[in-house]
């Protein structure tokens, strides 16, 4: 099998840059599946828009919690951005709070991504009953517990019997999660995050000063502009059960909105993708990530429940400020530059170092966050959807009825991995990811030799009976 992928193989981009003609059709053909899952979503859209705007309503007229009153919707217009691939359901919302102004503290042993928020001097504003003892700092998980509150009595009052319900709280989750369960249909499932957000316009902290880097591709005017931009922070605490009563109170810096806009704005010239004549596939290269991870992530949670989704935008916006020229992104080159994401991707996690984009000495590939035993398994799992084919991209998704012909996503059944449950979940196995099918064909093979002994047996005794009847 695998000389004849390697027969197959064409050279489809640059040198060295050899993708196989299946996985090209592979890459293509998810990549198509992709675009028609965003019609799907529409629907979806308008719900979670009813939802959000009732609630933004609700907040605004509350007489029990005033900072609440006071709320908007960050980055808004766009937050219905595909959040999950697999999951199209998926939003997340970010709602800003107006307080005074903050000052950052770092957190040191979390190089330069978790902060105690305090405030510049004492207040008597709404903030005042969310500070700690000190009346200073402003406390996360008491701003969680509230927005969590809020938003239970907003669903309980507003959209009781509707379909919405409210997630257990998570510790390690900014987020109050809400459900929403089609009564017709089942498997209709949609959910929305909304993240309590504080907004610290004086500049960014140290520890992001030197990132990003980005001058060759979107230049140093794009730079100084988003450098200029106020930097913001959720109510997230580090990963660990020993930790600090500092740590527990902690908020993690977010760069969302400004990767929106990078995605946005992304291209080398500025008239990338503004028309038909120059699409390029950055995009469709993020979400073929994205994807992938999901696939991974569904077939080895545990062993992958650190991988999450921010290491793919991460790794992909590297490869975006070091391959910077449009033309090599065009749409016909979508399964180079997908493989080529997919190969930095794998040679991090190989390295064990994955720099976040904004805070640089921050490696997002480091334990506890991400612990070496999972470090190790992602190789192997990388290495191996590598060597079949990327069998994970051929994974059924949620909203597969939307692809026309569902059987072209496996363009030639025994050139790929004929059984994906053949990849067996554990560490060992990967490194031999195929024994079972070998084991198969030895077996069928010998069970076909004797049948035919068999028969040649029964045949020359019937022969010989015959014989002696006569
Ligand atoms: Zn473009």
């Keep these: 099998m695998e000389s004849r992928r390697r027969m197959r193989s064409i050279s489809v981009g640059t040198p060295g840059d050899d993708v196989s003609q299946e996985l090209d059709r592979l890459i293509k053909l998810r990549g198509r599946d992709l675009r028609l899952r965003k019609v799907d979503q529409q629907n979806a859209v308008k719900i979670v828009n009813h939802l959000i705007e009732s609630l933004l309503d609700f907040l605004k007229n509350n007489e029990d919690q005033p900072l609440f009153r006071d709320v908007s919707v960050l980055t808004s217009g766009s937050y219905y951005e595909m959040v999950k691939i697999n999951k199209p359901n998926e939003f997340d919302i970010m709602l800003k709070l107006k307080v005074p102004r903050l000052e950052m503290a770092e957190l040191e042993e979390y190089q330069g991504v978790f902060y105690n928020l305090k405030l510049l001097k004492y207040t008597r504003e709404e903030i005042k009953h969310f500070l700690l003892e000190d009346e200073r700092t402003v406390s996360a998980t008491k701003i969680k517990a509230e927005m969590h509150r809020l938003v239970r009595k907003f669903i309980s009052s507003h959209f009781k019997g509707k379909g919405w319900v409210v997630c257990r709280k998570l510790v390690n989750s900014p987020a109050v999660t809400l459900e929403f369960n089609n009564k017709e249909k089942e498997d209709d499932v949609m959910s929305v995050d909304i993240v309590p957000t504080l907004e610290v316009p004086q500049g960014w902290p140290q520890a992001a000063r030197a990132g990003p880097n980005i001058n060759n591709w ?3 005017k794009c730079r100084r502009q988003i450098v200029s931009k106020a930097v913001y922070f959720v109510p997230k605490r580090p990963k660990g059960r020993t930790l600090t009563d500092n740590a527990k109170e902690s908020w993690r810096i977010s760069f969302s909105h400004i990767e929106k806009e990078m995605m946005q704005y992304h291209g080398n010239k500025k008239t990338c993708c503004e028309s038909s004549s120059n699409k390029c596939c950055r ?3 993020l979400q073929l990530l994205k ?5 991974l992530k569904q077939r080895y949670p545990k062993e992958l429940e650190p ?3 921010y290491h793919g935008k991460t790794a992909f916006l590297h490869v975006l400020s070091d391959r910077v020229t449009d033309s090599l992104w065009s749409p016909s080159q979508l399964s180079v530059s997908f493989m080529n994401l997919f190969g930095y991707f794998e040679r991090r996690a190989l390295d064990g170092s994955l720099p976040h984009f904004f805070v640089c000495h921050h490696n997002l590939f480091s334990p506890p966050a991400f612990p070496k035993r999972a470090l ?7 290495k191996e959807q590598r060597d079949l084919g990327l069998p994970v991209l051929k994974m059924p998704s949620p909203s597969a009825a939307l692809v026309p012909d569902p059987d072209a996503l496996v363009p030639d059944p025994d050139a790929l991995v004929p059984d994906p449950d053949a990849l067996v979940p554990d560490p060992d196995a990967l490194i031999h990811p195929n024994p079972i099918n ?7 093979a010998r069970s076909y030799v004797l049948v ?3 028969l ?6 019937v022969g010989i009976g015959c014989a002696f009847q006569n």
Excluded: H, P, Q
């Excluded at 994807?291 to 696939?295: D, N, P, S, T, V």
């Design 452 to 454: 035919y002994i068999g």
């Design 218 to 220: 979107l230049g140093k």
């Design 291 to 295: 994807c992938l991870i999901e696939g």
């Design 376 to 382: 190790t398994f992602l190789t192997n799992a990388l």
């Design 307 to 309: 991988l999450c989704s």
């Design 283 to 285: 995009k469709r290269c």
């Design 438 to 444: 070998d084991t198969d064909s030895i077996v069928a």
């Design 456 to 461: 040649l047996v029964v045949i020359v005794c």
